[in-house]
């Protein structure tokens, strides 16, 4: 009866919209439970620029709500609703669907900005299934921001209410798509050219002011200028620049002092966008640099498989930017700072399977860099599976992470680099907050220092399943303030006998009575962990200290489907392995 009646309202506010009428929802009903549309606007993340698919863990507004990574637990009772608001993008398309993956009973309702209420979608139970929005009147803020709701209505009977999964759909006229074509001199190119395969281009420039939306540029071996780029792509459609054999950019383009320039110089932000397989070398600044604005990031970037070796300041320079990933990529030998440097409040960021090597600074830098503008906060990273050494002659961290918050810092390998392995903390003093440490090997060399630091007032640090070890006479497994301590959980970490404390060392045993932490902990050498850590081999030996023994992370500490660094899904055995590796 209670839903029957629920129906009802809805529907009824459902026709209320679709008429034209101002008049607010019954306040019985779950569209009562949301905020009203008039301040959406003003809430939202000013760099926020999400297409298709959502985030189901990451609402813009949330009540009565849980989070996690990949889902959101709707935990509504008989007397309130539970709802989840996301924001979207349409860039200028008409919006035809909302896909989505429902466990219990959830409604769908969207904004209706020229009636100013919500509108009904539907409601979904226990399916996956598409909701029909063509008929949706007026969904666009004045912003260019479209808002869609998931609510749970108060039904007690209802003992779970999750949703798994979230895409919107939009009717995007497709561009006309192009494939191009850029060879040296010596190989036909010349700009005059159409830029066809029999007849390419000449230099990455003249095609970078020819690619229009969606548009793909296929570069052939030899050496190159650089190249600022400034068209965008669309939705399933990047703006795709690949280096074919060994495309080698050895010198700067046009406009900046970096390899490889993506950005916009005029309003707006550049968006869908791939550059892959290329070697930069010998930049001034970076050898790829993209970059967005304070109110306007970049986003949906694509930086893959590329090498940057010998540049100037930095490998590979993102600033500014929401949904990136930054894989595959080999950066190595920067003069000044870091391998790669994700910066300017970056969201929803992926960087994995990179490897970065012989920086000066850091192997890679996360810094959310208040003083540039935004809010400063780096926020929902994945840094998984990298492999850093011998980074950091001076100064700067294996793994650095400076005012990040709820981050996944998993399944990476750091050795051999001359300053610390992982290191989270805040400059700003904004604060570095909810962070997984998970299924690290880091082994430090007599000139480093602490395999995980974790400072500058960061707080809710989590630490499971890491190999620490450490070759320096007084540094060792952790360091951290009392600033940090009472939030840090660490346990089932095969460490060195060293922990640290506001300037004071201690043993294990210590840092147990200590914290009441790594009760699970065990010390071990590398002679007996790992295949041959001499030739730098951290693979495991079977019936380790290390093998079988780790903690079984659920979906809150490190969200499935969970694998080693050599993609080898874990646990195999009869337990999880702790460190970077698993034993298959």
């Known amino acids: 009866m209670v839903r029957k009646l629920l129906l009802l309202m809805l529907i009824g506010v ?6 034209g009428s101002t008049t607010q929802p019954d306040a019985t009903g779950p569209a009562a439970a949301l905020p009203p549309l008039a301040g959406l606007d003003a809430l939202r993340t000013a760099s926020l620029a999400t297409t298709m698919p959502l985030h189901p863990g990451l609402p813009m507004l949330s009540e009565h709500v849980t989070t996690l990574a990949d889902r959101a637990l709707f935990s509504s009772t008989d007397s309130t609703y539970a709802y989840a608001i996301y924001d979207c993008r349409p860039e200028s398309a008409d919006i035809s669907g909302l896909r989505a993956e429902v466990v219990g009973e959830l409604w769908f309702l969207a904004a209706d900005y020229g009636a100013d209420c919500w509108q009904l979608a539907g409601r979904l139970t226990d399916e996956v299934a598409t909701l029909d929005l063509t008929g949706l009147a007026d969904p666009t803020s004045p912003a260019d921001y479209c808002y869609l709701a998931a609510v749970a209505s108060g039904t007690p009977d209802v003992l779970g209410n999750v949703l798994l999964g979230l895409e919107l759909n939009y009717d995007i006229p497709l561009p006309d798509l192009q494939t191009y074509y850029v060879a040296t001199p010596a190989n036909g190119g010349a700009d005059g050219n159409p830029g066809t395969e029999a007849l390419p281009w000449a230099t990455l420039q003249h095609a970078a002011d020819m690619v229009a939306a969606g548009d793909t540029v296929l570069v052939g071996s030899g050496d190159y200028a650089g190249f600022h780029l400034q068209q965008s792509g669309v939705t399933g459609h990047p703006v795709t ?20 320039n993506v950005e916009y110089w005029d309003e707006g932000a ?4 791939t550059i892959r397989g290329f070697t930069v070398t010998g930049a001034d600044r970076a050898g790829i640099r993209f970059s967005g604005g304070e109110m306007e990031h970049a986003y949906h970037i694509t930086i893959e498989d590329n090498v940057c070796d010998q540049n100037g300041v930095w490998g590979i320079f993102c600033g500014f930017n929401d949904d990136i990933v930054v894989t595959g990529n080999e950066c190595s030998r920067s003069v000044e700072q870091h391998g790669i440097y994700l910066s300017n409040s970056c969201k929803r960021y992926v960087c994995s399977h990179n490897i970065c090597w012989g920086n000066n600074g850091c192997g890679i830098h996360n810094n959310g860099d208040l003083d540039a503008g935004g809010d400063g906060i780096m926020e929902h990273g994945y840094i998984e599976y990298n492999i850093c050494y011998g980074n950091g002659a001076a100064g700067g961290s294996a793994l650095n992470f400076d005012t990040v918050r709820h981050c996944y810092i998993r399944g990476n390998l750091a050795y051999g680099n001359h300053s610390s392995g992982i290191s989270i903390y805040s400059v700003s003093g904004l604060g570095s907050d909810d962070n997984y440490v998970v299924n690290n090997t880091i082994r430090q060399p007599a000139d480093g220092r602490w395999c995980l630091n974790i400072q500058g007032g960061s707080t809710n640090t989590t630490a499971y399943n890491n190999i620490f070890l450490n070759a320096h006479s007084y540094r060792g497994t952790l360091d951290t303030t009392s600033a940090s301590l009472s939030t840090i959980t660490s346990d089932y970490n095969v460490v060195v006998d060293t922990f640290g404390y506001d300037d004071d060392t201690m043993s294990l045993v210590e840092w147990r009575a200590l914290t009441g932490q790594d009760g699970h902990s065990v010390i071990a050498a590398p002679g007996d962990l790992f295949v041959d850590a001499g030739a730098d081999d951290y693979h495991l030996l079977i019936g380790c200290a290390a093998h079988d023994t780790g903690l079984l992370l659920g979906v809150e500490f490190s969200p499935m489907p969970y694998i080693d660094l050599d993609g080898t899904y874990r646990p195999a055995g009869s337990g999880m392995d702790i460190g970077a590796y698993e034993i298959p």
């Open 241 to 260: 620049f690949d280096g074919q054999g060994v495309a080698r950019v050895t010198s700067r383009n046009v406009n900046t002092p970096d390899g490889i």
């Open 14 to 19: 459902f026709f209320s919209c679709a008429g």
């Open 270 to 273: 550049i968006h869908h966008v």
